[in-house]
């Protein structure tokens, strides 16, 4: 994404924080938005929009579990693994999805581009165990393992969103 | 024991309070209102004083006191912030809040900035909740375009701008002043202190840091009085909080309870409808995880901060993870172990190298190929962590497998002789 593209998300909102550099965290999930992941090029352009060196840029890019520095698939699926999650099961509905999509039980991206799987930290829905997120969607549960092939039906069937919000 | 929607979740009102017009039918923003034309600053905040009403995040520290601290004749502006960035394992009240009742907290967000004479506030949410953050953007441009947000809100001489902002995915971003530097657009980590928030906070002005549901309170205590409110609870706990319950009981969910007013049997069996048929109750972490584990044996502890401190844990969040005797204390001290491993934000070594071994250890323990020393191990990493850190997320790594290792011994035993392969099955049950 260029800097241009970047400084036009993130100028209307630049007068609401008195130093520039709060606006890193919005240049850098906007920017991730066009391909689903920052590569060099993106740094070099959330820090010219910013006005940070690259090298600064990456160090906050690396700190955040929902910044991608390497290619994702196209959707993003996070399954919860924290402890209320795996007292309902959760090892067994990541192990369901991993295995039905030919991944590495602890995750990983499908080779058609479709997927990433990916162990996420408690998501906050604990009373509907087990749970995960698509992308930044509600957080869907409690999930059974006839839910989790009937979303990746339905996923596999869906248009790629215009913006791949993270 | 009844729970009392009175002060968070307002399940029995008919409408949709996160729309504007019924947030203020059912007598929202009346504590606004009341505080603009008839109280000044410091009224707003002796009556925070007054109510007693301790941070709901986890820390439990009085909000009148936290916003005391802040000087009065700074020549920087002041700020609000709004921890939103719930991420402590097993709590999801502020979520519930944000969502069914968002209009609340921009009003407290409104009242604790005219206490402290601050005229911008920030909420830190967690970029998870995504859908939460939406349903904020629209509650912030209803309430500017209603009046209750801007320059001269409400008629009056007060202005008040509120900034939504998104983080990214860190646990430790709920750290209020790992918070603060994410806010800032640096790594999240935690600040040294002091300087306290208050002194030097958000860009190194003067700072008032609350966590979304201690600031939903405010409303309520200015519109009703902060002795109306002192009245529920007891002396050191007043007020009503939301339990967040979560794991092996069969109605998992939210629920706001007087504080004092229950026990934990009462809330697990009555409230939450108990555990599955053959099954019982084995453990519970009250608080959320980062605080010691409880047993059988304290399943009548009164929810209140005292009576969990006496029972030798903390109310934390009130983000109740509830375990029956199905489940296996060390695969869930080693789950948690992992967890704070992950989060562990690496600034300090004894948390950085210490988590990780942890860890290392507790999983060879669950793997089978454990050793009997391991668990002394395990005390003697511990014992390194504690106090040599600078935020609390070490301490809270510590707490629970401490506990866990101290009141469940011949659990580790066990799995240090026959490891504890076996994976929780998935469990439907309930609502």
């Not at chain 2, 069996?269 to 010691?292: E, L, M, N, Q, T």
Request: glycine share 12%; hydrophobic share 35%; proline share 5%.
């Amino acid at each position: 994404m260029t800097a241009d593209e970047i400084r036009g998300h993130i100028d209307p909102i630049r007068d609401q924080f008195a130093e520039g550099r709060s606006l890193i965290l919005p240049a850098l999930k906007f920017a991730q938005t066009e391909k689903g992941y920052l590569d060099g090029a993106d740094l070099e352009a959330v820090g010219e929009a910013v006005g940070l060196t690259t090298a600064y840029v990456e160090s906050v890019a690396t700190f955040y579990d929902r910044l991608y520095l390497q290619p994702t698939g196209r959707r993003v699926i996070s399954v919860c693994i924290n402890l209320s999650c795996m007292l309902r099961g959760c090892d067994e509905l990541l192990s369901h999805l991993t295995g039905r999509l030919g991944l590495p039980s602890d995750g990983g991206s499908t080779d058609d581009g479709a997927f990433t799987v990916q162990q996420a930290q408690c998501l906050g829905y604990c009373d509907r165990a087990p749970c995960l997120q698509v992308d930044v969607g509600e957080t869907q549960g409690p999930m059974s393992l006839d839910d989790a092939d009937a979303l990746i039906e339905a996923l596999r069937a869906a248009p790629t969103p215009d913006r791949l919000w993270r | 024991m009844p729970q009392r929607h009175i002060v968070y979740l307002h399940r029995e009102h008919p409408g949709d309070m996160a729309q504007l017009p019924e947030y203020v039918k059912a007598g929202g923003y009346n504590g606004l209102m009341k505080a603009l034309a008839d109280m000044e600053p410091d009224d707003v905040l002796y009556q925070l004083h007054r109510s007693g009403v301790r941070g709901r995040g986890g820390a439990g520290f009085p909000m009148g006191r936290k916003a005391s601290f802040l000087p009065k004749d700074s020549p920087r502006p002041a700020y609000v912030v709004c921890n939103a960035d719930e991420s402590e394992p097993g709590t999801f009240k502020d979520r519930e809040i944000m969502e069914f009742n968002p209009f609340q907290l921009l009003e407290g967000i409104v009242l604790a900035g005219y206490a402290i004479g601050s005229n911008h506030g920030y909420i830190y949410i967690r970029g998870e909740y995504e859908h939460q953050a939406r349903v904020l953007d629209r509650a912030i441009a209803q309430a500017y375009e209603g009046g209750y947000l801007g320059s001269g809100l409400l008629r009056s001489r007060f202005d008040f701008d509120i900034t939504l902002y998104r983080g990214a995915g860190a646990y430790i971003c709920g750290e209020e002043t790992g918070l603060l530097d994410s806010l800032e657009g640096k790594r999240g980590q935690p600040r040294l202190k002091p300087p306290f928030p208050a002194v030097a906070g958000l860009y190194a002005s003067p700072t008032l840091i609350n966590n979304v549901e201690t600031l939903t309170t405010v409303p309520v205590i200015v519109a009703k009085g902060a002795d109306w409110y002192a009245t529920l609870g007891t002396e050191k706990s007043t007020g009503t909080k939301v339990f967040s319950v979560s794991g092996h009981v069969m109605k998992p969910g939210n629920y706001e309870i007087v504080m004092g007013d229950t026990s934990l049997r009462e809330l697990l069996y009555d409230i939450c409808g108990g555990f599955r048929p053959g099954h019982d109750f084995k453990a519970c972490w009250i608080g959320g995880s980062s605080v010691p584990v409880l047993t059988a044996e304290h399943v009548d502890t009164r929810l209140d901060y005292e009576s969990c401190e006496t029972a030798g844990t903390y109310l934390g969040s009130a983000g109740c993870i509830v375990m029956d005797d199905s489940g296996c204390i060390v695969r869930s001290s080693l789950r948690l172990a992992h967890f704070y491993r992950h989060e562990s934000c690496g600034k300090c070594t004894p948390c950085r190298e210490g988590t990780m071994w942890m860890e290392k250890v507790l999983q060879r323990i669950v793997d089978g190929e454990g050793r009997m020393e391991d668990l002394e191990l395990l005390e003697s990493i511990m014992g390194r962590i504690s106090g040599r850190v600078l935020c609390a997320l070490a301490d809270g790594a510590v707490a629970p497998i401490e506990s866990a290792l101290r009141l469940f011994r011949d659990d580790f035993v066990h799995a240090v002789e026959h490891g504890s392969p076996a994976r929780e099955p998935m469990a439907p049950m309930g609502a």
